[in-house]
């Protein structure tokens, strides 16, 4: 499967404007042949602590539309996170930091982000989520991750066997770059999965965003990346490749954390 990690900049609290300009990027991630389009952690509007003004109802979002419109319309798979406020499933009033997975045919799956940035006061503005989700996207088994949980090697871990893709989108600062570009690498490393890491681009309420977005192989090689700029990152995604270098270097079964 061809993947594609759009790396973009946002409109900040613009959804509309935002959205204006990735419809023809994911347009044309489809038209260089990707199955899998993603975009970055809260990709309408960016990484905002104002709930009150971004948070979309989970009955009638707009960005949830606007995805599953686009996999319609292109027949692929379109992903990011999106700030949804609580339908009654959700603990408390706050929203949640949603990852939408939006297929054709109306396919749609979600993950709320378990690990809210305390660093940032996230955690006040938007609640936990719970479960780990992972996805069949077309015989890929996708698991998605948002932003700070990728700090958290046993979230990652704990799915391993049952993942052949980690997907990972962010607003990660540029502040601290070099943790964002060494954890994808060793997540991909230690569970023999690929990661596909999309971080977005340009200045946010007064923090600056430099992408760093890569895509990784199950030994951690670097397939595509991209620093600075807008760009559409491409990468084929097999899970053959995952079942092989795990037969050949059986690490994980001398894990000694039990798994699940």
Known sequence: MRVAAVQHDVAWEDRAATLGRLEPMIG???AAGARLVVLTEMFPTGFSMAPERIAEPAAASPTTRFLLGRAEAEG?????????RPDGRESGDRPVNRFLLAGPGGTLAVYDK?????YSGEHEHYAAGTERVTVDVEGLRVTPFVCYDLRFADEFWAEARTTDCYVVVANWPAARRAHWQALLVARAIENQAYVVGVNRVGDGDGIHYE???RIVSPLGEVLDEASGVERI???DVDPAVVAETRARYPFLDDRRAADG
């Open 114 to 118: 378990i690990h809210p940035f305390t």
């Open 211 to 213: 992408g760093d977005s």
């Open 28 to 30: 044309a991630a489809a």
């Open 76 to 84: 692929v798979w379109v992903c990011g996170s999106v700030a949804i």
């Open 233 to 235: 990152l491409f990468a």
